[in-house]
């Protein structure tokens, strides 16, 4: 098998990709300037150097701490916790929060031998003993997994601090079409409906 | 802007790649063992030097010339036309052809400053003038440049070759559907209707 078939292989493992993707893409490569190609070597070869875990809220980030937890000019007495680190891009992306992170590192899930002990919660109710901190918004995701582990990390909290717990509404995603929309989220739209004009 | 980031602005410059397909690849190569990213910089770091053009056919190869033209075993009397080095891949999967390949290396486009001195014609004119080459076939794309790249080197080859010059039959595609096939797909699988039973 040579470097080509080798590299159509690789490709193809990555996530979103199959073979004829990754096909198209290494042919691509070959097409273009080799130093495209050196580029994005050099990138996968330095990534798990530079790039490292924050110690305070479990981010990827060149620095640790990391820029988030160290900028005093964010709000400090929220904090968001999310499932996994891409997570933190993804809100940071909404442009709407500006509180700090929390990364749990994945959800409950017994049948795959996820249990708390494996997540960052212990790490989480010690940050939140803090005074400084007021409220944690769990943002994992809305599957029964997600709303295990929220519901877990929220008895944590509450148990242990004396901070306000929310979690992200549900409902209908913006643009998308009532029609199409499924009955599990049109039930919770209908129920976390909120009142127009007079508030 | 971190590693992270470059390398997601790099993914995502790829063919059939956006950020939000980028993102998750980054960070899918951040989560798993740091073994997965080296290979595929080291494969990507020798891609440009271990893989070269076939001189005799123009196909990628890390042996020139590439198994395929050196190949005793193969039907040495047949050539196939191809635009570029992953159709040869295409035709290959097919399990079908298994005659001689000839890469182009693109498609006459005047618009895109493309003329036929920028393609390799006269190589395989100049191919064709051995005895041993009875048939070509020309298997570029069926698109308007397509069509009118078959017409020029079907013309070059019969002004100046004895080779019998075919073009891939258009039709509908297998598991396709009538009722969402094109007018000209149709018109062209109509006009190329094939007997049944009899012959």
New interface residues.
Partial sequence: M???D??IR??A?????GRK?A???A?????SD?S?????????????D??IRCSVCGS???DDPCPVCTDSGRDRATICVVE???DV?AMEASNEYHGLYHVLGGVIAPIEGVGPGDLAIGSLVRRCTEPEIHEVIIATNPTVEGDTTALYVAQQLENNTNVAVTRLALGLPVGGDLEYADRLTLARSLRGRTSLGRD
């Fill in positions: 040579n470097t080509l080798l590299l690789a490709i493992r990555l996530p979103g990709l993707s096909t198209r893409i042919y691509h490569m070959l097409a080799r495209e190609a050196q580029r994005l070597a050099e990138l996968l070869h330095t990534l798990h530079s790039i990827f980030t060149e996994h680190p891409q891009a």
